[in-house]
């Protein structure tokens, strides 16, 4: 089992959360300071930002190997869009060995959305 912090679309209420069935959502937690959203279009990017102050806002979930290769793929680890990497969250999850989905990809001209991204705003039409 590995443990997953997600900021976007798959957390609860998300419009890509059924990739996170069956699996176990242990806790609401924040990234120490250093990490920023940026909205690509439907989705946040989530980037390593020296100087940010808040950090970012999101789940942590305890996940299968089955679930966590899906979430690679979804991810587009392999294409390198995004990057699964070590995640340094705050208590009560800052000794814990937890990842994260970093954007590797430009974000200069996408819109800076700070520290949460705001599911219920995102979400597709019933």
Do not use: C
Request: net charge positive.
């Amino acid at each position: 089992m590995s443990l997953i912090f997600v900021y976007g679309t798959l957390k609860k209420g998300g419009s890509n959360h059924h990739l996170m069935a069956g699996q176990k959502f242990l806790g609401a937690a924040r990234t120490i300071p250093g990490f920023r959203l940026y909205d690509l279009g439907g989705h946040p990017g989530m980037i390593p930002l020296p100087g940010d102050q808040a950090g970012v806002i999101g789940e942590v979930w305890e996940v299968d190997a089955a679930s966590l290769a899906q979430l690679d793929v979804f991810e587009g680890v392999a294409e390198k869009v995004y990057e699964r990497a070590p995640a340094q969250l705050q208590p009560p999850f800052a000794d814990r060995a937890i990842e994260t989905y970093l954007y590797r990809r430009s974000v200069q001209g996408r819109p800076d959305i700070g520290s949460l991204w705001r599911v219920e705003r995102h979400r597709r039409p019933a």
